[in-house]
């Protein structure tokens, strides 16, 4: 009992600290805004090529639910991540470490904490989804068929997520940016492994494991699918999720999934799954003691390993004469600052982040210039950990108030910082560019200039508007995916043909100012200080 | 050399005041700030440090308002903040020069200031470790000899002795005294010691309000022959606080000696003692009411 009046406390205390904070008010207006999106017909359940259902409770649910697991899924796990990271930062951790709080314990109401927050989403889009579906009167109102889903598929998904949060938290390596990489393609894998056999018709026949399917896709798409081809007996099958209008869609009824307990028991498992995922986190956790913590060779990373100070005995009391400084100390010194914000951005790589950033520059050399484009988005995510501190490291090292108080913040730091950055790109980037020029090759020119003039950009003011490095690794990383991809809308490199690099070019512009604009208004605001 | 305040106030909430008409003059010499937690000390010297905008008021740095241009008193501020942060993975050494570059040194006055502003905060020894292994008190030298690396002609102290040790406390001192000749130096505390052994001058802020400003010697006047000292039983010790401003206690075997600010002599028994700057200061704070 008193077990649960700890787990309630422990979660709510961190439920409200969540709910009070600025970026979930933003996570919220998304979500709003997907549900509408959804409810309304915009984001729409397809069986290719053109078969789509009539909308109803049981569609909006359905379609609902892909949206939450797909994007809430991705996005939702950033926005819970955090909260142990926190308790150490903020040294909460250390006196919950005095408390008889058990390891197992704390997991599991960070995990319930966590699966709150995105709980709350989905109650919120679900109101939505009835508003809509009240407002909409296209199809007798459903509240059952239309809320099923978002129960039986969306929460468990999302107490999976939850509970990854927490064992990515909890194990030192993945609580920093390299977690926030890992788990956007562990994010990528599980859905393609969710909806396997799903998305195209050839493969429809592969067996399906209910076990796997943690995102619900194939256990809605193959319902969906069986709907379309009764009423359209020539559908090849197949199950799609997209944005795209259809000019002529062929229609067809489809009033949900038939809810027998053989469909919701395994559901249940991935509750299950997620607390044991939770309770396998408290293995990791090392519930604040600094001494769990091995800290790399020749590489202290915080003031828990502190040195010891020198014995008192031989310090003398006097103090040593200091020089007065003759000249003028407010001069406009750009290059000192530039090769100290370049020292700033490189300290503390380790040996084998610099093999491999040179092997990336060498393998540019020897390779095929469409391989040299793919391994130009390789060499520019390569630095994505170091390009995140841009913009935020004053914020994450709270060195805001000496940095700010510093002559000309705004006209020295913040510039030194992204030509820094600018530098590092181009540098990555050195031998691709070569190629393009030797080669004639004006597009790749043109996308290596908007790529080092982009991505510094981008970094800079999402890392000064949100004083984080997580919106900057996570939009980041998905945008090079895109890219591997090649998907025009999002290719400012020129890998494509179709390449949209004229946008990004002035719109790199447009960060820049923002991020200035931004970084003004710190100078100016009491949020600067604490 | 002249830092004026005139009005300053600050507003965080609707019914929530930091600092009020706040008027202060400084020149050169050591003002140490002395006032309770929440008193709204580190309000005062973030507007200063041009870290914060006042809500109204003014603070003019030899006649320039800071407000309007801040970069000028930003060439010749020093500033040790409260609270403040380190980069881990820079050395002690690196994090300086990165400093001395932002403050717009040039590279041979930075060399040579960083090398004596190591000597000075005892960390020659371990200006070549990363920061991420620095103590407490470590970080906190750091933090002092970065705000010295301008050779500033205004210097912002807050609560700069926390997490020395005594020693280091002694250095710390004796280095703000060396200082105080050509400069203004704020210091904010409310360890009264760290003030009395440096203060030319003393502001006692309490609830975002100024409550005194005067030189040490002016202050102890004031309590001149109204503090007292004597021995009484232990089981009085609640009743004399509650009818006299307590300043000091100290046990014995044969019962209490306490320490009161009185007008009159509380008993028949208590002796006039020489005031102290603590005496002064658990005064004035005392009649204002506790701190918000």
Redesign the interface.
């Known amino acids: 009992m008193n077990a649960l009046r700890i787990l309630y406390h422990m979660a709510r205390a961190d439920f409200l600290e969540r709910t009070r904070r600025y970026s979930f008010l933003v996570m919220l207006g998304l979500v709003l805004w997907l549900g509408y999106l959804s409810a309304s017909g915009q984001f729409r359940m397809r069986v290719p090529p053109d078969y789509l259902g009539v909308i109803n409770s049981a569609w909006v649910g359905a379609t609902m639910t892909i949206t939450v697991t797909l994007l809430l899924g991705w996005v939702g796990f950033y926005l819970v991540k955090g909260s142990v990271s926190r308790d150490y930062e903020t040294g909460v951790g250390q006196i919950m470490a005095t408390t008889p709080l058990s390891r197992p314990l704390y997991t599991v109401g960070k995990w319930f904490s966590n699966f709150a927050v995105l709980g709350l989403m989905i109650l919120i889009l679900l109101g939505v989804g009835i508003a809509m579906n009240l407002l909409a009167g296209t199809a007798e109102f459903d509240l059952w068929a239309l809320t099923a889903p978002l129960l039986f598929i969306a929460l468990p998904c999302m107490a999976i997520v939850a509970a990854v949060a927490v064992l990515f938290e909890t194990i030192a390596w993945l609580r920093g940016g390299l977690g926030n990489i890992l788990y956007f393609f562990i994010f990528i894998f599980a859905m393609v492994a969710s909806a396997e056999g799903m998305l195209s018709p050839a493969a429809a026949d592969k067996s399906y494991s209910s076990f796997l399917d943690f995102a619900g896709w194939r256990l809605i798409g193959e319902s969906v699918t069986h709907a379309a081809q009764m009423a359209y007996p020539e559908s090849a099958g197949g199950f799609a999720f997209s944005i795209t209008d259809l000019a002529n869609p062929k229609m067809f009824v489809w009033n949900g999934i038939d809810w027998t307990a053989e469909v919701i028991l395994p559901r249940f498992f991935f509750l299950l799954a997620a607390i044991g995922v939770a309770l396998l986190a408290a293995v990791f956790f090392d519930r604040f003691n600094p001494s769990r913590v091995l800290p790399a060779k020749n590489?202290?990373?915080?003031?828990n390993?502190?040195?010891?100070?020198?014995a008192?005995a031989v310090?003398p009391?006097?103090?040593?004469?200091?020089?007065?400084?003759?000249?003028?100390?407010?001069?406009?010194?750009f290059a000192?600052?530039f090769?100290?914000?370049l020292?700033?951005f490189l300290?503390?790589q380790r040996w084998w982040w610099y093999a491999i950033a040179l092997g990336l520059i060498a393998a540019q050399l020897f390779s095929e210039l469409e391989i040299t484009r793919i391994l130009l988005v390789v060499s520019w995510t390569w630095p994505i950990l170091i390009l995140g501190g841009l913009g935020s490291?004053e914020t994450r090292?709270?060195?805001?108030?000496?940095?700010?108080?510093?002559?000309?913040?705004l006209l020295?730091?913040l510039p030194a910082a992204w030509l820094s950055a600018f530098t590092i790109l181009a540098l990555m980037g050195s031998v691709a560019l070569v190629r393009f020029i030797l080669a004639g090759d004006t597009l790749g020119l043109l996308g290596w200039i908007t790529g080092v003039l982009f991505i510094p950009s981008l970094a800079l003011a999402s890392g000064v508007l949100t004083g984080s490095s997580r919106a900057f690794e996570v939009i980041y990383i998905l945008w090079m995916y895109m890219l591997t991809q090649k998907v025009p809308q999002f290719d400012f490199i020129g890998m494509t043909p179709e390449s949209t690099w004229y946008i990004y070019a002035p719109l790199a512009g447009v960060l820049l100012i923002a991020a200035a604009f931004a970084r003004q208004r710190q100078l100016?605001?009491?949020r600067?200080?604490? | 050399m002249k830092l004026t305040i005139e009005h300053l106030s600050k507003q965080y909430r609707r019914d929530f005041w930091g600092l009020r008409d706040f008027d202060l003059e400084l020149g050169p010499g050591v003002t140490g700030l002395l006032g309770p937690n929440g008193a709204g000390k580190s309000t005062l010297m973030r507007m200063l440090a041009t870290i914060t905008q006042p809500t109204g008021g003014t603070i003019r740095w030899n006649d320039t308002d800071i407000a309007r241009s801040p970069d000028t008193l930003r060439a010749v501020l020093g500033y040790l903040p409260q609270d403040f942060g380190v980069y881990p993975n820079l050395t002690g050494l690196e994090f300086l020069e990165y400093m001395a570059a932002i403050k717009g040194l040039d590279a041979k006055s930075a060399r040579r200031r960083i090398d004596e502003l190591l000597t000075v905060v005892n960390l020659v020894h371990a200006a070549k470790r990363p920061l991420g292994g620095y103590s407490g008190g470590m970080k906190q030298r750091v933090g002092i000899a970065q705000a010295l690396l301008n050779d500033p002609q205004l210097l912002i102290v807050d609560e700069p002795t926390v997490g020395l040790d005594p020693e280091e406390r002694v250095r710390f001192r004796n280095l703000l005294s060396d200082l105080s000749g050509e400069r203004i130096i704020i210091l904010s505390t409310h360890i009264v010691s760290d003030v009395e052994a440096t203060a030319t001058e003393i502001v006692v802020v309490n609830k975002g309000r100024k409550l005194q400003h005067a030189a040490p010697e002016k202050l102890l006047q004031m309590l001149e022959n109204k503090v007292w000292q004597w021995l009484a039983p232990s089981e009085e010790l609640s009743a004399i606080k509650q009818k006299h401003i307590l300043s000091g206690t100290v046990r014995r075997n044969d019962g209490i000696q306490v320490r009161v600010v009185s007008d009159a002599a509380p008993t028949s028994t208590a002796q006039c003692v020489s005031p102290s700057l603590e005496d002064v200061y658990l005064s004035l704070v005392s009649r204002n009411g506790a701190g918000q």
Request: net charge positive.
């Open positions: 590489r202290p990373t915080a003031s390993h502190p040195e010891p100070a020198p008192p310090m009391v006097s103090i040593p004469h200091l020089t007065p400084l003759t000249g003028p100390s407010d001069h406009f010194r000192a600052l090769v100290a914000e020292k700033l300290k503390g490291r090292h709270d060195t805001r108030q000496i940095v700010f108080s510093a002559p000309h913040p020295n730091q100016t605001n009491r600067v200080s604490r």
